[in-house]
């Protein structure tokens, strides 16, 4: 499986007074297996940019080609790509719609013609893999909490059998622990099942103790594209585009400027614990 975004443009409302260039000559290519952060500040053109991994909007110009395939091009199947290419909102209410959480789940592998007992060993096994209790299968997903509507729309996605997950700012509004739940789940779902994550964000210190590999944009387009310890030695860069480099990162950059023989290169709490009891012998 791979993803080839390939010099897309998207203009809002061409023509018009309103129109808006969302997106500029952006091009990347995700491989089988890979876990990418996609940041940037709100407005910079993420939402707008994985709306177009799964074709639910098309581009203005350029291409994106799934396993080699153009997928805007005519007579692609996009039904079948969007069980491919799973996207979850950044707003769970969107997605959730049925009476009770399991029916929720079952509604995309229903709609993909399957057999009902496979639709229900679908929705089960992924309702199990985000970790929802048995208890909350037959009540409304509105009467949960934020993170269980989460976890419910993570596997209304899962359900599908997705070889690609995007999330939208998964942990929007949930409290610290809330997050950490949310990000430690996705995790486990790319080690477990081997599938390319995607995971949106305007926070650098979630993508810092997750992601392998980040894309930063801003304006509209991709302005860098590499592991986190690279992309996070652009502090004055990141800091331009209203980014903030992860506070260990910041921390230690801070203490190297004031004298101390600190590594300022590293990006997780953990890490930063380690040099500063280094420094100081213990």
Known sequence: MSIIV????????????????????????????EYIGLVGH???????????????LEPTGGGIYYDGVDIFSEGYDRKALRGKVGLVFQYPEHQLFEEDVFSDVCFGPKNLGLDRS???????????AVGVKDEHFYVSPFDISGGEKRRV???????????????????????????????SLVDDLHDNLGISVIL????????????????????GKLVMDGEPREVF????????MGLTVPEATAIMS???????????????VEEAKREILRVFGR
């Open 42 to 56: 709100t407005g910079s053109g993420k939402s707008t940019l994985v709306a177009h991994l799964n074709a639910l």
């Open 6 to 33: 390939n010099h897309l443009d998207h203009v809002f409302s061409p023509g018009t007074v309103f129109e808006k260039k969302a997106l500029s000559d952006v091009s990347f290519k995700v491989e089988n297996g």
């Open 233 to 240: 030695r652009h502090r004055p860069e990141l800091d331009a």
């Open 153 to 183: 729309a993570i596997a209304g996605v899962l359900a599908m059998k997705p070889e690609v997950l995007i999330l939208d700012e998964p942990c929007a509004g949930l409290d610290p622990k809330g997050r950490e739940e949310i990000l």
């Open 200 to 219: 949106v964000s305007h926070s650098m210190d979630d993508l810092a103790e997750h992601v392998h590999r980040i894309l930063v944009i801003d304006g």
């Open 254 to 268: 801070d203490l190297k400027r004031m004298g101390l023989a600190v590594r300022d290169d590293l990006i997780t």
């Open 118 to 128: 496979e639709v229900e060993l679908r929705a089960y096994d992924a309702l199990k």
